[in-house]
């Protein structure tokens, strides 16, 4: 389906440009981006370029348009003193113009728009919820399992409330969500992850505890605490190369995947890649073609001794938790890869935006 589009996608990130290189033209706005290679289809937003970007939004021949939301509109002064206050504007980089790269979608367009927020927080600021009108499908990252919270203190004071949730806008608004997955990370060699390695441990993390989420530094303790019951629990001291840290994740029959700043974690699609079975806290969210409890994944409630039972009970069974490794490599693989949620993205898109344009 993908192979006759012509697909233009505006953001801090090429996602879609990397999954999809010969249908995708990429508009950078990243704060620092990466030299532009116009004759591959990689473009940084900037004056110069600007006429450019606004022609092939209003081509007719655009299949579709993918956005990635800045998180300050360009006239936030945040955004202006960041811009104006750093080594490369005092180099002659100045990156204000950037931002005003999904800004154009406030005029005439000639496709659909697909809005890909993969940010960590469960809300949409206010300054984007211009292209949450304007858009078919919105793909947010960390959707709360409640939807109507992506307004807390952005459409709505506080938590929107009874009234707030019976006004026919909002719930319109709604319906264009599409959870997302943060999957596999941009640009990783999956033929060079370790995977099916003789175990040497039972349950690996390495991962930050400290500023991180209360999750990780309640869990730290029980993961611990099970090395005094003769499980083995490797817990490095010091941060590791991804090398080391695919090694030892496909060393170890689970891997302890707690929440950071959102759910979602690459971790979550890492490990079963290397074949380790990922021990995840419960989710608060809706989620996009989600791992299934005993079959993917194990998930466990975050009250004291959740985890320690969850672990108990998977290593007591290392033949079924050989199965689950198995089963769920090749369910990351078909569904979180950036190729395939890419294909998602797409494909629901136009879908929802009536078929292919």
């Given at each position: 389906m993908?192979?006759?589009?012509?697909?233009?996608?505006?953001?801090?990130?090429?996602?879609?440009?990397?999954?999809?290189?010969?249908?995708?033209?990429?508009?950078?706005?990243?704060?620092?981006?990466?030299?532009?290679?116009?004759?591959?289809?990689?473009?940084?937003?900037?004056?110069?370029?600007?006429?450019?970007?606004?022609?092939?939004?209003q081509d007719r021949e655009t299949s579709l348009i993918v956005c990635h939301p800045t998180f300050f509109s360009p006239w936030h002064w945040r955004w202006i003193s960041r811009a104006l206050f750093n080594r490369r504007t005092l180099r002659g980089h100045i990156p204000l113009v950037r931002a005003f790269g999904p800004q154009l979608l406030r005029g005439d367009v000639g496709a659909p728009i697909a809005v890909v927020d993969q940010d960590d927080f469960p809300l949409i600021n206010r300054s984007n919820l211009f292209l949450l009108d304007r858009c078919t499908a919105y793909f947010k990252r960390e959707l709360p399992a409640d939807r109507w919270r992506v307004f807390l203190k952005t459409a709505h004071a506080n938590l929107p409330s009874h009234r707030f949730r019976l006004q026919d806008r909002y719930t319109e608004r709604l319906a264009k969500i599409r959870p997302?997955?943060?999957?596999?990370?941009?640009?990783?060699?999956?033929?060079?992850?370790?995977?099916?390695?003789?175990?040497?441990?039972?349950?690996?993390?390495?991962?930050?505890?400290?500023?991180?989420?209360?999750?990780?530094?309640?869990?730290?303790?029980?993961?611990?605490?099970?090395?005094?019951?003769?499980?083995k629990v490797d817990i490095p001291d010091t941060p590791l190369p991804p090398e080391e840290f695919y090694r030892r994740c496909a060393s170890a029959w689970l891997t302890w995947s707690p929440e950071g700043y959102g759910w979602e974690c690459f971790r979550h699609y890492e490990a079963p890649v290397c074949g380790s079975v990922p021990v995840c806290n419960l989710p608060p969210l809706e989620r996009h073609r989600p791992m299934r409890d005993g079959e993917h994944a194990v998930f466990y409630p975050v009250e004291p001794g959740g985890l320690?039972?969850?672990?108990?009970?998977?290593?007591?069974?290392?033949?079924?938790?050989?199965?689950?490794?198995?089963?769920?490599?090749?369910?990351?693989?078909?569904?979180?890869?950036?190729?395939?949620?890419?294909?998602?993205?797409?494909?629901?898109?136009?879908m929802a935006a009536g078929g292919k344009r």
């Open positions: 993908t192979s006759a589009l012509k697909i233009i996608e505006i953001g801090d990130k090429p996602f879609v440009k990397s999954a999809l290189p010969d249908e995708t033209t990429y508009f950078s706005t990243a704060f620092v981006p990466p030299p532009a290679d116009p004759d591959n289809g990689f473009h940084v937003v900037s004056v110069a370029t600007m006429p450019l970007l606004r022609r092939v939004l997302l997955s943060l999957g596999l990370p941009m640009g990783r060699d999956i033929s060079s992850m370790p995977y099916d390695l003789p175990k040497t441990s039972d349950i690996f993390f390495a991962g930050r505890v400290d500023g991180s989420s209360w999750v990780r530094r309640t869990g730290i303790e029980e993961l611990r605490a099970l090395g005094d019951r003769g499980i320690t039972q969850a672990v108990v009970a998977a290593l007591a069974d290392k033949q079924r938790l050989a199965g689950m490794a198995v089963a769920a490599r090749a369910f990351v693989l078909e569904n979180h890869t950036p190729r395939a949620i890419a294909s998602y993205i797409v494909e629901e898109a136009l």
